[in-house]
């Protein structure tokens, strides 16, 4: 089995860490009242893509913290400023009579600063973890 250079394991405790507290997509777009999950992910994901709707202002760190797919699609509250920015544009449909309440997904895109002191906590708790391991 190869090694991981120093570079290979900090970008693996990043990713450990990153995945461990971003939250499941589609519990942060059923914060947007009357939506289709799958419409409002297309919409997240061409943003991305496009870098759109604030994604063209994020560093490659904060990009990679928008939208992750390994056993399931999960997302952080910078994805879920993307998705306030994509919702006030009119780029998510919504299905009729709709709410335009999305105050709990802007309470949810608030808590960037908590998101990374959890994120910065589960990256040193991982590499911990491998330093005792080795």
Do not use: C
Not at 60 to 76: A, H, M, N, V
């Amino acid at each position: 089995m190869e090694m991981l250079s120093e570079q290979g394991k900090i970008r693996l405790a990043l990713a450990r860490g990153e995945d461990a507290v971003m939250d499941p997509m589609k519990s942060i777009i059923s914060l947007i009242p009357d939506v289709k999950p799958w419409l409002a992910m297309k919409a997240l994901h061409a943003a991305m893509r496009d870098q759109t709707h604030g994604a063209e202002y994020l560093s490659p760190e904060d990009r990679s913290l928008i939208w992750r797919q390994d056993y399931g699609r999960k997302t952080s509250p910078i994805g879920g400023r993307i998705l306030v920015n994509l919702f006030r544009d009119g780029m998510i449909p919504q299905n009729r009579p709709a709410s335009q309440d999305i105050s709990a997904l802007i309470a949810y895109s608030d808590g960037v600063e908590d998101f990374r002191v959890k994120l910065r906590q589960s990256i040193a708790e991982y590499q911990l973890h491998e330093k005792q391991s080795a």
